[in-house]
């Protein structure tokens, strides 16, 4: 970070704790607000960072500032698009992007999947919603995790163990549960936190 200027570390630290308190982009507004300056000179600073590859953003979209690369204690976790039967977990044809969290959610372990469908809406976790979900291959009743059926389809449902079986159970009263045996589920991770954007 040596080729930038004083205002512009500032501008970084400014959007890292704004992930850190809210867990969204801040708008140039609140970018201005935080260092004392107008709203112009922010968001000269931020196509700055920008062109210098911290930043990237998506044009006429607010809030769409984040970070590019590690910076403190805000990390970038890949967000995965289908996952593929043979196919490792993180491998560069699943990333579709990357998202932000903070190393409280241990990001390291951590990688973030795209809901589609309402299976678990009851659960408050919606169609279009992305989850952060921390890599592990074990659950409790009651955990929400990632699952692969039968080495070839992710899922995401409250976890359950029955005797000689488990239960992957959906939290919408129209979706029935998948009761597998033990040797067709493989567990990804668990869900530790659910992002949701107003369309």
Not at 37 to 64: E, M, V, W
Request: positive net charge; hydrophobic residues 40%.
């Amino acid at each position: 970070m040596s080729d930038l200027t004083e205002k512009q570390k500032r501008a970084l630290k400014v959007i890292e704790e704004f992930w850190e308190e809210k867990s969204l982009s801040p708008s140039i507004q609140d970018v201005a607000t935080r260092l004392g300056i107008i709203r112009p000179t922010a968001y000269q600073h931020l196509k700055a960072l920008k062109r210098k590859g911290f930043l990237k953003n998506s044009d006429r979209i607010g809030r769409s500032w984040q970070l590019t690369q590690n910076i403190g204690s805000i990390f970038k976790v890949p967000l995965l698009g289908r996952v593929a039967a043979g196919t490792p977990l993180l491998a560069n044809e699943n990333i579709e992007d990357y998202v932000m969290v903070s190393n409280s959610n241990q990001s390291s372990q951590c990688f973030a999947l795209r809901i589609a469908g309402h299976s678990m809406m009851e659960g408050g976790i919606l169609d279009r919603d992305i989850v952060i979900v921390r890599q592990q291959s074990s659950a409790n009743d009651g955990d929400i995790v990632v699952a692969l059926v039968d080495s070839d389809s992710a899922t995401v449902k409250k976890f359950k163990r029955f005797t000689s079986q488990i239960g992957l159970m959906p939290m919408n009263q129209n979706y029935d549960p998948m009761i597998l045996d033990p040797e067709r589920v493989s567990i990804l991770g668990k869900v530790i936190e659910v992002r949701r954007t107003i369309h």
